[in-house]
């Protein structure tokens, strides 16, 4: 079974917007999520984590994801989105004792 | 990239033959993991280490071994390459147990097997 799915292959978003990036996950107990991001022709790069605590969560270049135990999501959010902000982001997933990604979206940002 | 350096950085090379992929780190840290990266799929796990000469298999071992003789180094091979194992591969590194710590990953080799 998969253990975290991005539904959105891609999503675009006007400069200046809201943005929401969609993932969910399915692994038992309390999970263990991360946000990482990659931009073109390098490896990736963490954004931020959720481990216990706080369900929102805040991390590098104003990026900030909200977890909800009730919907299992962890959608990762940032209030204005920049042109440089488009890349591709990968949720991951802590299970058993490896971290498993999902499929990742990729994120446009358009001026 | 900090730390992190991959080698070679892209590679052709035809089926049957083997392949050694090179990650270096300067970080000291402990955990060393080698992924691939393919469309639709994320980065799956190949093969990790949590110290010199202990290893384990991820989720996609099979056709991949692995080494660690020096903290600093973890060798991926392939030890007879074939057209499905065309990839972008990644090496990461951890200081600690995944349970609590970001990876941090290198910036990646490009294999097309020919």
């Known amino acids: 079974a998969q253990s975290v799915a991005q539904p959105e292959d891609q999503v675009n978003v006007a400069e200046g917007n809201p943005l929401t990036v969609k993932c969910t996950y399915s692994?038992?107990?309390?999970?263990?999520l991360f946000w990482y991001v990659q931009y073109p022709n390098r490896g990736l790069q963490f954004l931020l984590k959720y481990i216990t605590g706080d369900n929102l969560v805040k991390g590098s270049y104003g990026f900030e994801a909200e977890f909800n135990k009730s919907q299992t999501s962890f959608h990762l959010k940032k209030p204005s989105a920049l042109v440089s902000d488009s890349a591709l982001y990968f949720c991951?997933?802590?299970?058993?004792?490896?971290?498993?990604f999902g499929a990742g979206t990729i994120l446009r940002v358009k001026s | 990239d900090a730390g992190i350096t991959q080698s070679p950085r892209h590679k052709v090379t035809e089926t049957g033959t083997p392949v050694t992929l090179r990650c270096h780190q300067t970080?000291?840290?402990?955990?060393m993991y080698w992924y691939r990266q393919d469309p639709g799929h994320g980065l799956r796990l190949i093969h990790y280490?949590?110290?010199?000469?202990?290893?384990d298999k991820g989720e996609v071992s099979d056709g991949y071994s692995v080494s660690r003789s020096k903290t600093e180094d973890f060798l991926l091979t392939l030890e007879s390459a074939t057209s499905s194992q065309t990839s972008v591969y990644f090496c990461?590194?951890?200081?600690?147990?995944?349970?609590?710590?970001?990876?941090?990953f290198g910036p990646g080799t490009r294999l097309t097997v020919l």
């Open positions: 990461a590194i951890s200081e600690r147990d995944q349970y609590y710590n970001e990876q941090f």
């Open positions: 280490s949590y110290g010199v000469k202990d290893t």
């Open positions: 970080e000291n840290h402990r955990y």
């Open positions: 692994v038992s107990g309390n999970p263990y």
């Open positions: 991951a997933v802590v299970r058993g004792n490896k971290l498993v």
